[in-house]
């Protein structure tokens, strides 16, 4: 498994989590979840792109290496 496919799972669990929250936030007028929850959201954005990122150098390596 590539670091960038980790990076991005773990990214995708981040946005669910920050989906749960700030769904929660606003069923309970909760204004702190709801930040919370999107703040949970950019992190889970924020890995899904250095998983990208990872990728895109690991597969540029081997076109080079070709």
Known sequence: MSDGFKDKMKGASDKVKGEAKEALGKVTDDKKKQAEGKADK?????????????????????????
């Open 42 to 66: 950019a992190k889970g954005a924020a890995k899904d792109t250095k998983g990208d990122v990872k990728d895109a150098l690991n597969n540029s390596d081997e076109q080079r290496d070709r």
